[in-house]
């Protein structure tokens, strides 16, 4: 026992990254993640809000000498950051069980003597339950779903998650430790964590009910509390100031990866609001019913039987320790109504500080159950309940596992390995490819001569910017076009009245003209989403005269009705046995494409060559549907 009670930290800690280094992606995996690893390991501008300290710190990471590829490296930095909250998580309830007497609804009372009390409702608890409590209740954290995925690859969560941390422990010690002749220096403290918070994700904006809450409860509402609180905030903003700083710094220096080029005070603030996405933020009440099922539907799916020891604790925690109940329930409250009101797919992550909370209340419970379990040495009681994390673990690691996740490296590569030297590609795959072909393209060096141009992101002023950075030509023959395209622009960004019908008219002009004035330099190719979408609603046309044929996983403009010949299929698509819709996406897309290929090649009495295609997407995916002008062909 004496050895849990000595290292009860490093042991939570070495627990969590041994299990998570079996679960670490080896590669790029789907949305973000190889647009983020790019900006750290180039110092870029990541998209909105430009997550400054993540960027830094992540480069300075990139600079050591390492023995796998700079990807796994970046990945790896996103593992020792999760592992890095949950020891902070775990010191933390152990600061909190040596200090509960300062969360009783009463007074602060002098702390007791540490000895066992015969009252079950008692927290008076040896050194080493407290430790072993901690430790239980770090791996019970480590080991929900989405904190524990947030370990596997390069995501801001994974910074925010160590920052979360920092920011809680601070903020208890704030509470506990600050006092009339130590008056200043906890809160400052804080206010320094805080600033650092902020200048990864606005997701840190959570935790400010809570710290109001503490503050106000240990300084109270007088002049010399409001007085230390605007010192606070102004030594805050000025730190704020500082972090962000990078992003004109940066910007102004045209890295490959630009987003918003935030060179002035208007883009900055643009950018670090998010405007881009406020959209989605506070959308409709169906959004937040929406969000909101799905967090308690799936919550079950984070925690399994260790939301019992939750539940018992919110109720144990409310009748004897009101003040810590008060700020735990206010983190739990605001995190779940802000977070249900923003209306995208990939919402699990902006949950993460609610875990944080029900974790919390895991250690009453854990508790307050020790106390009425028969007879039994309460040491091992408490090991009973590691069985709660073990659960967990067990449950989650196959959701949760991206070892052996290719799949987004193998078609990024295959597709830009496909095209002819100096094509360009069109299209918005921002999850599949686009976002990965970053990471190939600029990191990797792979390919680099294909011009990969975002189709959505053509609606933004920054990104000609970018463009004009990386593919200077290509934008050369609608300079005209960008010039009225930016004007009309200017008061959509500035939220001011514009005119919709123009911007939608000059945008579609944009698109075609790129077309048009690219051909005859570049090969143009499309993604299939552009074609199933924007071509058959009539948002998206091709200069007239000009057609597309199915490429290999891209459709090729041409002019002219000659047979165009493409690569045979000789990639390889490792597909996981764990599948999710991301994967189910690239595999779709994929072998509907080789299909579509299969049917031009039969146009043109290529029967052989058809067949190949046809093996090959059966190969991907053998439960395909084949066309019906393919059937004859299979079957017979």
Not at 231 to 236: A, E, K, Q, V
Not at 387 to 395: G, N, R, T, V, W
Not at 461 to 471: H, M, P
Not at 500 to 528: A, C, G, Q, W
Request: charged share 20%; proline share 4%; no cysteine.
């Amino acid at each position: 026992m004496k050895y849990f009670s000595k290292y009860y930290l490093w042991i939570t800690i070495a627990v969590s990254i041994l299990v998570y280094l079996f679960t670490l992606a080896p590669s790029v995996i789907q949305i973000d993640s190889g647009e983020l690893a790019t900006v750290q390991i180039k110092l870029g501008i990541a998209h909105p809000t430009g997550y400054p300290l993540f960027t830094i710190i992540g480069y300075i990471f990139s600079l050591i000498p390492f023995f796998s590829s700079k990807i796994f490296q970046m990945n790896l930095l996103a593992l020792i950051f999760v592992s890095g909250g949950v020891g902070l998580f775990t010191y933390s309830v152990n600061l909190l069980l040596d200090n509960i007497q300062h969360f009783k609804k009463e007074k602060v009372i002098p702390k007791k003597k540490k000895s066992q009390s015969n009252n079950p409702n008692d927290l008076e608890l040896t050194d080493n339950e407290k430790k072993i409590i901690a430790i239980v209740s770090g791996l019970i954290l480590a080991f929900s779903k989405t904190f524990w995925f947030q370990s596997t690859s390069v995501e801001v969560y994974s910074l925010q998650i160590l920052l979360f941390g920092l920011i809680i422990l601070f903020l208890l010690k704030s509470y506990i430790y600050s006092s009339e002749q130590n008056k200043y220096k906890p809160w400052f403290v804080f206010a320094l964590v805080l600033a650092l918070g902020f200048s990864n994700h606005m997701t840190t904006l959570l935790i400010l009910p809570a710290t109001a809450y503490l503050y106000f409860l240990k300084n109270g509402f007088d002049y010399k509390s409001f007085r230390k609180l605007l010192l606070m905030i102004i030594f805050f903003f000025i730190l704020l100031i500082i972090f962000y700083s990078y992003l004109p710094f940066r910007a102004l220096q045209n890295p490959v990866l630009n987003w918003g080029n935030p060179v002035d005070l208007e883009r900055i603030l643009r950018h670090v609001s998010g405007f881009q996405y406020q959209v989605w933020l506070f959308s409709s009440m169906d959004s937040a019913k929406k969000q909101f099922a799905y967090y308690f539907s799936n919550l079950p799916k984070e925690f399994y039987l260790t939301l019992l020891l939750s539940a018992v604790g919110i109720f144990f925690a409310f009748k004897y320790y009101f003040r810590f109940f008060f700020f735990n329930i206010l983190i739990f409250v605001f995190t779940v109504l802000y977070s249900i009101n923003y209306d995208i797919n990939d919402i699990d992550s902006y949950f993460l500080l609610s875990y944080f909370s029900l974790s919390y209340f895991s250690v009453f419970g854990i508790i307050w159950t020790i106390r009425r379990l028969p007879v039994l040495r309460t040491d091992y009681k408490i090991f009973v309940f590691l069985l709660f994390p073990l659960i967990q673990l067990l449950a989650n690691f196959s959701s949760v596992d991206q070892s052996k996740n290719y799949i987004y490296e193998d078609y990024s590569k295959a597709l830009l390995k496909s095209l002819p030297e100096n094509s360009l590609i069109f299209g918005y795959q921002w999850d599949y490819f686009i976002s990965p072909a970053y990471y190939f393209q600029f990191v990797e060096d792979f390919r680099k001569d294909i011009a990969v141009i975002d189709k959505e992101l053509l609606r933004r002023s920054w990104y000609f910017n970018q463009i004009e950075t990386s593919y200077p030509d290509i934008l050369s023959g609608i300079k005209t076009e960008i010039g009225l395209f930016l004007n009309a622009l200017k008061p959509f960004e500035r939220k001011e009245n514009f005119d919709s019908n123009l911007l939608e008219s000059l945008y579609r002009r944009i698109m075609t003209n790129l077309v048009l004035t690219n051909f005859d330099k570049r090969e143009i190719h499309l993604t299939p989403e552009i074609i199933e979408n924007e071509m058959r609603r009539g948002e998206f046309s091709l200069p007239a005269g000009y057609d597309i044929v199915p490429y290999l996983l891209t459709f090729k403009v041409v002019n002219s009705k000659d047979y165009v010949e493409a690569p045979l299929p000789d990639f390889e698509l490792r597909i996981n046995k764990i599948s999710d819709r991301y994967q189910i996406g690239v595999v779709n897309i994929v072998s509907s494409m080789l299909l579509n290929r299969a049917i031009y090649e039969r146009l043109y009495n290529k029967d052989d060559r058809a067949m190949v295609y046809i093996r090959k997407a059966l190969k991907i995916s053998p439960d395909i549907t084949i066309p019906n002008q393919l059937r004859d062909l299979v079957f017979n």
